[in-house]
């Protein structure tokens, strides 16, 4: 932990309480202490009203086909079934796509693919639903038609949810035939299932008039508003859809929420009773979407120093049934290419295949790691073809200051903090030092090697569709001196909720304690964008803040008013207010401010400014800013079982001005194992000939625990400021993290090549499980062998492998 951080977590709580600093202070979550007591309320704690019925969805059993009929007379038959809902029951539109509406609720006339709900059980017991779900495929009669199970198959047929995206700069091919050196690669980067420990969940329940409360685990609560009440064609004011936490989201529960609360509310409407639907883990997996896994082509020219001189990349990934969010998440792969890096002519195209498979979605990073992966890949064969230290060809590329710092979708690089955060952590972290002993260590070790490795990061702050960068917040000050704050984001555990209020108790000078954020509800904050791209504290920060000024300039106007001096001299501090020379308690203030009928409350609205993009071409300035990192990650392969171990991680991160350390050490650390898991063990595998997921339970998917964290772990906040105004100078911080967990994968990629004195490329796959490793070693076990035979190129053993 920071020095800085641990030192204050032990200063007395009454000490805290009372410091003047709200913001910039590392305390802990709001509902910590809810937390750890098993006393914070999810979705399927709140109590039950008498009647609740539950729901489980009906699968389809094959991956592509003709719906010809369901034998609903069976389903009602069983045991503790009320009701049974297809898509005829839909009263309105049968719709829940995010973006483009062809994504059906329930199927009809075709099922897309193997897990689509076709039919949903309402019975009086969650498990007698269950039971009747599962006959779902002695009850469909559907007439197979063969499926598309992959992207490249999708590619050939031309098929795609979008049509595909460019994004180019100058001459790529040129300046790749005039380079000295020519690399021409193709690799592979698996999905990632978001894993959320709280599953996919909502309750519906019936209101008067027709009108409907829906608690749903959504990071979206507009959006499932929108969706259940164009399903049930009602209006939005109709629909409440409720959303106190979540236990994680990770970008699973943007927009594939929808299913779960369009089901549930559509069987309350119908039943006029509460319907609760939480699938279990299996169907979740089987239902939804997940990370999208890429396929990368590259070629690409560059000089003896290894800069990068002209690049094309084509970029492939599995949408999956529908568009979903994957036309954005493509979008963010294309615009996170360039990574850290200054690509002067580069040309980049991607394509997102329709297949019959579950429709991938957005999670953490929304494409922008799987973009950044490829270039990095590149750098680091790059440097291996030259014989070089991968970091020296890192710095030969990094983006300048001044100069060489314009992306390709020419938006300037500002802030540009890479070289000076690099240069501290390769420090901090003795990377030289390190590299040099290993190499030296893994010379006398014939089975185990070690590798290492130094990744940075940059990430575009902002979503990248201008308008969704807005955000509402209400703060309503009671005349005791405490305070309720409800805003449109909501939390999932990244601290959220105790950012806004830290931003509000520093606005109104009042102690943490007495702000309360309640929880994010459609009837409250309308018109919300998704808690998402990292946005959620930038913008319902700064909405919050607006807020809070508002009654502070009203209040502070009243004290003048009454106590005499200037309104803009008045100090809010330590719950009290400072007016002219005298201390009021803030209580006793707004006593008399609320008996002169002065307005306590106020709404507040924000909009990131200075955002323009052209989708069509790729140009403007999407990101309102950059947040910077990097990370030196230590591992050892052991070469017979292709096992690995993370043996140590040093991570520096730019936040800028921190809200809040401690919640943003979390997020950083957590973010850096969640990219370690996605790219050395979390596999997912689908049948080849029916599609069927096969690793759809924990006890096939293999997400990090804690024995996978490195035993030595220093994570560090780069000491900084955001050169854009955002809320007290900070740094979105939630995805960002997400890619220092490349530097684990190429310490893997380093450990691999040392057994054949670096000369040969690892052939190695992400995730590189301890069978991909084992590949990759055998690989390059070859490829050395055949290199001491005179007549065979190694290179071309390597590739034949
Ligand atoms: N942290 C926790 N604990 N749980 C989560 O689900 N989601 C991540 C990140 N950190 C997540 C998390 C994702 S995908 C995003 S976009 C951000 O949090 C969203 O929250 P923020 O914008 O408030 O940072
Ligand atoms: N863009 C983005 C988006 O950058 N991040 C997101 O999460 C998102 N969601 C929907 C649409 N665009
Ligand atoms: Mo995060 S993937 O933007 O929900």
Redesign the pocket.
């Known amino acids: 932990m920071n020095r800085a951080v641990e030192s204050f977590l032990n200063t007395d709580p009454a000490a805290q309480a009372h410091s003047g600093a709200r913001v910039g202070v590392p305390r802990a979550h709001e509902s910590a202490h809810l937390h750890v007591a098993g006393a914070a309320p999810y979705v399927d704690d709140i109590p039950e009203v008498a009647g609740t019925l539950h729901a489980a969805l009906g699968l389809s059993p094959v991956a592509h086909g003709k719906l010809r009929g369901i034998d609903l007379d069976k389903l009602r038959s069983q045991p503790g079934v009320v009701a049974v809902l297809t898509a005829a029951d839909i009263p309105g539109s049968n719709d829940c796509g995010a973006i483009v509406h062809d994504e059906p609720i329930l199927a009809v006339g075709e099922v897309q693919f193997l897990g689509q709900p076709v039919f949903a059980i309402i019975a009086t017991e969650r498990e007698l639903a269950r039971r009747a779900a599962a006959l779902a495929r002695q009850v469909l009669d559907i007439e197979p038609l063969p499926p598309v199970l992959t992207a490249r198959e999708g590619h050939a047929k031309g098929q795609y949810v979008v049509p595909p995206a460019h994004l180019v700069r100058g001459d790529a091919r040129a300046a790749i035939a005039a380079a000295p050196h020519r690399l021409q690669d193709r690799f592979v980067l698996g999905g990632q299932e978001?894993f959320?420990l709280e599953g996919q969940i909502s309750y519906a329940v019936p209101q008067e008039d027709g009108c409907l409360k829906v608690h749903c685990s959504t990071?979206h609560p507009s959006e499932m508003q929108h969706v259940v009440a164009h399903m049930l064609g009602k209006q939005k004011h109709h629909v409440q859809v409720e959303c106190r936490r979540?236990g994680?989201?990770?970008?699973?529960?943007?927009s594939q929420s929808a299913i779960f609360a369009s089901v549930a509310s559509l069987a309350a409407f119908k039943l006029g009773r509460p319907v609760k639907l939480r699938p279990d883990r299996d169907d979740d997996f089987m239902i939804t979407g997940r990370r999208h896994a890429f396929e990368f082509d590259v070629d690409v020219g560059f000089d003896d120093e290894g800069r990068l001189l002209g690049v094309e990349v084509e970029m492939l990934t599995n949408a999956g049934w529908s568009a979903d969010l994957s036309a954005a998440v493509m979008g963010r792969a294309l615009c996170h290419f360039d990574n850290a890096y200054w690509l002067p002519d580069v040309a980049m195209h991607g394509y997102c295949a329709r297949t019959n498979t579950q429709s991938n979605t957005?999670?953490?990073?929304?494409g922008g790691p799987q973009g950044a992966f490829a270039i990095e890949h590149v750098i680091d064969t790059v440097a291996r073809r030259l014989g070089r230290d991968p970091l020296e060809v890192r710095r030969a590329n990094f983006y300048g200051v001044g100069e060489r710092d314009v992306t390709p979708y020419e938006q300037k690089v500002e802030g540009n903090v890479i070289e000076p955060l690099v240069a501290d952590l390769e420090a901090s972290s003795g990377y030289q030092a390190r590299r040099a002993e290993i190499a030296a260590w893994n010379a006398q070790s014939p089975v185990l090697k070690r590798g290492i490795a130094l990744t940075p990061v940059k990430f575009g702050i902002s979503f990248n569709v201008q308008h969704l960068n807005q955000a509402g917040a209400l703060v309503h000050l009671y005349t005791d001196g405490s305070a309720l704050v409800n805003h449109g984001?909501?939390e999932?555990?990244?601290?959220?909720n105790t950012?806004v209020a830290q931003v509000v108790a520093h606005e109104l000078g009042l102690s943490f304690d007495r702000i309360r954020v309640t929880a994010t509800d459609t009837f409250k904050v309308v018109n919300t964008s998704a808690?998402?791209?990292?946005?959620?504290?930038?913008?319902?920060g700064k909405a919050a803040q607006d807020a809070a000024r508002q009654i502070r300039e009203r209040l502070a106007a009243f004290a003048a008013g009454k106590h005499g001096g200037a309104a803009d001299e008045v100090r809010f501090v330590h719950d009290h207010v400072e007016v002219n020379g005298r201390r009021v308690p803030i209580e006793e203030l707004l006593v008399e401010a609320y008996l002169a009928r002065v307005q306590l409350w106020s709404d507040g609205f924000y909009a990131t400014p200075g955002l323009h993009w052209d989708s069509k071409n790729m140009k403007g300035r999407p990101f309102y800013y950059f947040a910077y990192g990097a990370a030196v990650s230590e591992v050892v392969v052991d070469t017979l079982t292709g096992e690995t171990k993370l043996l140590r991680g040093d991570l520096l991160h730019d936040v800028g001005k921190s809200l809040n350390p401690a919640l943003d050490l979390?997020?950083v650390e957590?973010?850096y194992i969640q990219g370690m898991g996605w790219l050395t063990m979390e596999e997912l595998v689908w049948h080849p000939k029916t599609g069927a997921l096969l690793t759809h339970a924990p006890s096939t998917y293999k997400i990090p625990t804690a024995n996978d964290a490195p035993p030595v772990f220093n994570a560090r906040l780069f000491d900084n400021t955001n050169v854009a105004d955002s809320i007290h100078r900070s740094k979105?911080?939630?995805?960002p993290p997400l890619l220092l967990g490349f530097s684990v994968w190429h310490a893997i990629r380093d450990a691999v090549s040392s057994i054949g004195g670096h000369r040969f490329d690892p052939p190695l796959r992400a995730p590189a499980t301890a069978e991909a490793v084992l590949d990759a070693v055998e690989a390059v076990q070859a490829a050395a062998a055949q290199a001491c035979a005179p007549s065979v190129d190694a290179a071309e053993a390597v590739e034949a492998k």
């Not at 979105?732 to 995805?735: I, K, L, N, W």
């Open positions: 978001q959320y990071q979540m994680g989201g990770f970008g699973g529960k943007e957005a999670f953490r990073g929304f984001g909501t999932m555990g990244q601290g959220l950012k808690t998402a791209a990292s946005t959620g504290s930038d913008l319902n979390g997020q957590g973010a979105a911080v939630g995805e």
